[in-house]
């Protein structure tokens, strides 16, 4: 056993490689003569550097396996670390390459699973619960709770214990086996044309095949990357003559993997644009190649964990957009044979990229596209986002089927086409096919129910029916209710489906003015002023463009501002019987004469409000006639018991025990004649966030109380703190 040393808990640690370079690994070497080195000239100086005296070091090894797995992995490929040595820094020469280390080494080398990284040196932080199990692993030999990775989300959808006819990505295995077929047909191109010449002559669908020569004469094409092979199935075609070309194409390479049942989610190439490269008499004749290498070097890239194989994909990926044809279509390639590992800049995607999740992708290569370092610096941030229990989407097929459900103002009628500002004359002008639109994602009270409310199925639906009715809802209650958390799946509900795009989240405050809110001028760049219209006119102006479908604007903490000044003039229009044209009133700030709003019958709000907070004024009696209030209470009980008992793996006993503490402190804020029901304690407090699993549910409980639950009450207490006190003593007796 490595000793921990002192202060060691809340010290970096640090694994490094043994190879680069292509150099053997320097492992033995390492370990005989107390060192580890460095092999770079000019990398990791700074970090390697900052390794302080006393740290800890293991020497790892990255790579990935499908087979011999001590868990079943369902055929995916499963990222693996070696663990070679562990050992202590005993000097640090300073020069960012050489480290004095008091080694133990391990004969076989352990394993660990899934959470790995691919540089030479990774420095890891205690701290989060997938970092404080891999230094457990690796230096305090504790074994890996594998079922939890597993079943984290950025792995749960491959390997997780979901039924797996209820897995939305079983299409990978299918792409990245064609893929796999396809590098083996890199010195046979003439097989692999011919064939694909055959499958033409027998389904439809395979127009594109024509290529036009130097001489001024046009015939079959003689040649093809891989990622335009692939391209075959993947155009704006028929889905039934997308399952027909991709049987013969996995008849002819020998693919085993079944042809996917559907293709939702995956990009597809314009019709227009569907080959990685030029006509002949356009292309120079390595362009192929080109495209070959960067396929062989992508999927030697992906499966191989290492530092090296990034440098080569970098230089294959720049060397084959400089080809002539390729665009942002390579991306697009790239996701097909790798879809877990790398993501699609199609055009649907970069919009949901940047305008979801706020990520912009670098535009330094050729023609204003990426090249390799913008590409991989998008791939790093993602795969490190995706990691987060709150964000939107935890893997590349998950964004790329995100990003087709995506609907904003700039999204096309052909989500899925690619490289709109390259529309080359070399291809079939003549589109195939109409592309469907994406599906509908139904959502309805049970959803909410599944996903951890616990208010009863009943009041559930009576509060849709009031917001149906009223049109404006607002929900009141104590800190720790979920008012927010129930404000967007009541309006998903509402729609009886789940799109962003149709519900815009807005938050008042002190400082928000109509101008924010409704409509002001703003500065431009010359110095002048220019009319703009804020979240909620531009939420009409959608709704009154879709007139079928319902919008909905969630204001939270809509008593934190002064509503009646915020909303102006739409106090009186947000009345049922006032919207309606001709009840349409000027703004205060008008873009023509004459102009007159009203909102649409088809927009709804939703506010949540706090009414334990002492500091916020009280609701204008103006706004309290248009909405309806539901109030929302601490709710506990078995829907709350059964909801953190399974998704959390807290024990039944433990559960009950806090449940009959909060019950009792409850008791005792809502009988205190200086605060009263409206300031007890939500049971958000003492719900785990995203049903995160707890390993320790007393400490955690603990925590929640000495750093939540226990500041709550000295401010509800401030002038009698010793209340406080017993009340926080109370909740942790015997804990």
Known sequence: M????????????????????????????????????????DKYLDAVKSIQVGDRIAIKSSYTRKHDLPFDNRGQTVSVMAIKAIGTVKENLGDGRTLKVDWKPFDPPREWYFYTNRSTVWRVLPGDWTTDALIGFTFEEKAQDINRFRNAPYWRERFGDSAVDKRRFNWTRFYEAVADKLLTFRNRRDELIAGIHVIASKVDGLSNLQDQFAD?????????????????????ITDANRKAIASELASLLGVSEPVPDSFEGIPILNNQKSWFFGFDNKRQPDDIDTLWEAFAQAIAFAESDDAEARSAFVSAYDNATQRYGVGWNLTMGLYWIRPWNFPTLDGQSQRYISKKLNIQVGMNG?????????????????????????????????????????????????PNATDPDSQ?????ATPEAEVTAAPIEPYSVDDILTDGCFIAREKLEKILERLRTKKNLILQGPPGTGKTWLAKRLAFALMGQRDDSKVRAVQFHPNLSYEDFIRGWRPVGDGKLTLVDGPFVEMMKAAAKDPTSRHIVVIEEINRGNPAQIFGEMLTLLEVDKRTPNEALELSYKRSDGERVFIPDNLYVIGT???????????????????AFIDLEPTLGKPWHDWVQSQCGIDSEILVEIEKRLIALNSDISADTGLGPQFRVGHSYVTPPFGIPISDAREWFRQVVDTEIGPL???????????????????LEGF
């Open 713 to 731: 009450l000295d401010e509800y207490w401030f002038d009698a703190l010793e209340k406080s006190q017993k009340a926080r003593e109370r909740l």
């Open 216 to 236: 001024g004469s046009s015939g079959p094409l003689k040649d093809i990357c891989p990622f335009t092979a692939m391209g075959i199935f993947n155009r704006g």
């Open 366 to 414: 050729p023609k204003g596209r990426c090249n390799a370092t913008d590409y991989l610096a998008v791939l790093d941030t993602l795969e490190a986002r995706f990691q987060e229990d709150a964000y939107p989407v935890h893997s590349f097929p998950e964004l790329s089927l995100a990003a087709w459900l995506f609907k904003d103002s700039g999204t096309s009628a052909h």
């Open 609 to 627: 409000m706090n009414i334990a907070d002492r500091s916020l004024a009280l609701v204008d009696l103006a706004l309290r006639r248009r909405f």
């Open 424 to 428: 080359d004359d070399e291809a079939d």
């Open 2 to 41: 490595n000793p921990k040393p002192e202060g060691a808990g809340a010290r970096a640690c640090w694994f490094v490689g043994a190879t680069y370079g292509g150099t053997d690994d320097q492992t033995p070497r390492f370990l005989q003569e107390g060192i580890w080195g460095n092999g770079y000239q």
